[in-house]
C-alpha cells in the first residue's frame, strides 16, 4: 500500500491521483452569462447534488493548476449569479467536450458546439435545448477554497425550476436510468456511460436490517469461493430462511447435485458456494441462502 502525504506531491501528481481514484464524477455543463450578456457554457466534474429541501447543487471550476487562471464561469457567477446545470447524457458527449474547448472570453459556445440554447424562465443564462435535464438556478454563494493553482471555488446554486424531457421519463414519471443514458467523468480522458451493461441494482436498507457478518454461519464465513463482497449481499438478509423452505429446495433444486457428489463433501460444498455465488451476481439473495443452507440439512 502506498501511502502519500499530499502536501509533498506537485499540484498535476496530486490532481491525477485525485480524479483517478474518485469517479465516476457527474458532469455539470454550466451555462453562465457576463456583464454584458455573452453567454457562456463549460463542463465541470467537480460537482454533486447535497439537498432536496432546499433543492441545492454545488460545482466547483477550480482555478489552473497551471497558469492560476480562474475560470470564465467563475467569473460570471461572481457578476451575474445565476446558472443552468444541465445534465449530460451521451448524446451529447462529443459536443459538451468541445465546448470545454479554450474558448476566448465572449465566444458562446453554444454557437462553438453546436447546441440550441433555450431562454430560461426565471433567469438570464439559456438552457442546452439537447440536455435532457436542465436546472435554473440561483447562486447562494461562492466559496473560496484558497487562491493558488488548483485550488477549487464553491459555486452552491439552488434550483428554482427544472426542465426534464419527457422521453426519460417511465411510465410513473419518474426519470428512467436506462433512457437517460448519463454520462460521467473518470480520470485522464475517460469518461463512463450508465448503461444496461454498467448499471444494477442493490436494494437500499433504509428501513430493513441486515443480519450482519458476525452472525453468518461459521463455514460460510470461512468460505474459500465467497468474497468480502459476496459476504455483505448474504449478511443484508433480514431473517435465514426457514428448514423446511431449504428443504424443499434441495430437493427441487439441487437434487441431481447432491447425488453426483454424495461421497464427496468437499466438493459438494465448494460446488454450492459457487453456485451461491451465480445467484448472488444475479441478486437472488434467497436462493443463495438455500443453496449453502442445503449443504448441511
Known amino acids: 500500500m502506498l501511502s502519500i502525504d499530499p502536501k509533498s506531491l506537485p499540484i498535476p501528481k496530486l490532481h491525477q491521483y485525485l480524479l483517478g481514484a474518485i469517479g465516476p464524477r457527474p458532469i455539470a455543463f454550466a451555462s453562465t452569462v457576463d456583464a454584458d450578456g455573452n453567454d457562456n457554457l463549460a463542463p465541470f466534474s467537480f460537482f454533486n447534488v447535497f439537498s432536496a429541501n432546499p433543492p441545492i447543487l ?3 471550476p477550480a482555478r489552473s493548476g497551471r497558469t492560476n487562471e480562474t475560470k470564465d464561469t467563475y467569473k460570471n457567477v461572481k457578476v451575474v449569479p445565476e446558472v443552468v446545470i ?9 459536443q459538451m467536450s468541445l465546448a470545454s474547448s479554450p474558448y476566448a472570453p465572449g465566444v458562446s459556445e453554444f454557437e462553438k458546439a453546436g447546441f440550441t440554447a433555450l431562454d430560461s424562465e426565471l433567469i438570464k443564462p439559456k438552457r442546452v435545448g439537447e440536455s435532457p435535464v436542465q ?3 440561483k447562486v447562494n454563494e461562492v466559496v473560496e477554497l484558497g487562491q493558488e493553482g488548483g485550488a477549487g471555488n464553491l459555486i452552491i446554486c439552488e434550483v428554482v425550476k427544472i426542465h426534464i424531457n419527457e422521453a426519460v421519463l417511465d411510465e410513473n414519471g419518474s426519470i428512467d436510468q436506462h433512457k437517460i443514458d448519463l454520462v460521467s467523468r473518470m480520470g485522464g480522458n475517460w469518461y463512463c456511460r450508465a448503461d444496461q451493461n454498467s448499471m444494477f441494482e442493490i436494494s437500499k436498507p433504509i428501513t430493513t436490517c441486515g443480519i450482519g457478518f458476525d452472525h453468518l454461519p461459521a463455514d460460510i464465513k470461512s468460505s ?5 463482497n459476496d459476504l455483505g449481499h448474504l449478511a443484508g438478509i433480514e431473517e435465514l430462511p426457514n428448514e423446511t423452505d431449504v428443504n424443499e429446495f434441495k430437493l427441487l ?3 441431481e447435485l447432491f447425488v453426483s457428489l454424495e461421497d464427496e463433501p468437499e466438493k459438494l460444498e465448494q460446488s454450492l458456494h459457487l453456485k451461491a455465488q451465480e445467484l448472488l451476481a444475479n441478486n437472488q439473495l434467497k436462493e443463495a441462502w438455500l443453496t449453502l443452507l442445503a449443504f448441511n440439512n
Open 253 to 255: 433444486e439441487l437434487s
Open 58 to 60: 454545488i460545482f466547483s
Open 86 to 94: 444541465n445534465v449530460v447524457n451521451y448524446d451529447i458527449v462529443h
Open 135 to 137: 436546472f435554473e438556478c
Open 224 to 228: 474459500k469461493i465467497l468474497t468480502g
